[in-house]
């Protein structure tokens, strides 16, 4: 089940609402990113990319340059979160406590 919080924000200027909208455009290829170096160090090393490494690759990008220091890694760190849960799952399954075809690779 996904919940999701929809929030209207009323009464912007123009300039406010394109700011908003480039800044959400922004954090959404940092996660990208993310999500992108993770899951090519697991193809090739078969292990998970930790939020250090990943943080140490990003932090010169210009996505991440774009955003204020603690977006960027809140962000890097939703995606580690996001990692972390999905292996915990796979040592679950490896031990029969969960089915592999449910274990969904962010």
Known sequence: MHLTVKQQ?????????K???ELCHIAKNLANEAIYNV????????E???YEKNYTLLKNSPNYKLLNSNMAQ???KEVDGSFKS??????????DRYAFKDCKLP
């Open 9 to 17: 924000v009323k009464h912007l200027s123009k300039e406010d609402y």
């Open 19 to 21: 700011t908003i909208k």
């Open 39 to 46: 899951r090519q160090y697991y193809f090739a090393e078969g």
């Open 48 to 50: 998970f990319l930790k």
């Open 74 to 76: 809140q962000i890097l």
């Open 86 to 95: 999905f292996f915990g799952l796979i040592k679950l399954a490896k031990q």
